[in-house]
């Protein structure tokens, strides 16, 4: 199962609403979690089965989207949310990842 | 704590072979599904592998099959990653994690570079 994420790069300013989307090219129910990357660490965890907050992420942070089409929100930019996000499907072998989004500072 | 760290990155020749080690501490290791994922210098994330809690079932992806092998000790609170006729794409920093839930990764270990290059 192949995931691409568009956009691949995206520029925006604090307080901005952003979404980011992560199609897969077949089904994979609601078997998708979102991480954030920033330079040098490893991912964390934002949303896992499409639309469940992991505990600790900020509410700022939303996901959406069953079978193909998946949505990742971030209601509000905040400085600290400017990172590379990454869908990963986990609905079958192998768990691939998407290519990435790079949101950066306008 | 609840950790995870990796050890046995290093440089390599193409054609060589290294075992990466993850030692497991403060939570049950032997309860979870256990996984190895890389990432190339200036790359996206890519998931390799991951074994079952007692190690009968294994999943690799398609670029690493026959190559390398992921095991674990529980004994040991150990998971390890054998990587055999290793090439120059193989290049990366590897992480071990820990599964969760439906296979999302919550915790990360910190990494460990792999360089393969002659």
């Known amino acids: 199962i192949q995931l691409t994420q568009s956009p691949s790069s995206l520029s925006a300013s604090v307080g901005d609403r952003v979404t980011i989307t992560c199609r897969a090219s077949?089904?994979?129910?609601?078997?998708l979690a979102w991480y954030q990357q920033k330079p040098g660490k490893a991912p964390k965890l934002l949303i896992y089965?499409?639309?469940t907050l992991q505990s600790g992420v900020p509410s700022r942070f939303s996901g959406s989207g069953s079978g193909t089409d998946f949505t990742l929100t971030i209601s509000s930019l905040q400085p600290e949310d400017f990172a590379t996000y990454y869908c990963?499907?986990?609905?079958?072998?192998?768990?691939?990842f998407g290519q990435g989004t790079k949101l950066e500072i306008k | 704590e609840v950790q995870l760290v990796e050890s046995g990155g290093g440089l390599v020749q193409p054609g060589g072979s290294l075992r990466l080690s993850c030692a497991a501490s403060?939570?049950?290791?032997?309860?979870?599904?256990m996984s190895w994922v890389r990432q190339a210098p200036g790359k996206g994330l890519e998931w390799v592998a991951n074994?079952?809690?007692?190690?009968?079932?294994?999943y690799y992806v398609d670029s690493v099959k026959g190559r390398f092998t992921i095991s674990r000790d529980n004994a040991k609170n150990s998971l390890y990653l054998q990587m055999n006729s290793l090439r120059a794409e193989d290049t990366a920093v590897y992480y071990c994690?820990?599964?969760?839930?439906?296979?999302?990764?919550?915790?990360w270990g910190q990494g460990t570079l792999v360089t393969v290059s002659s």
């Open positions: 994690a820990r599964v969760e839930r439906i296979g999302d990764i919550q915790l």
């Open positions: 403060g939570f049950t290791f032997s309860s979870y599904w």
């Open positions: 074994i079952k809690q007692d190690g009968s079932e294994k």
């Open positions: 077949q089904g994979i129910s609601s078997y």
């Open positions: 089965a499409a639309s």
């Open positions: 990963q499907q986990l609905n079958s072998y192998p768990h691939t």
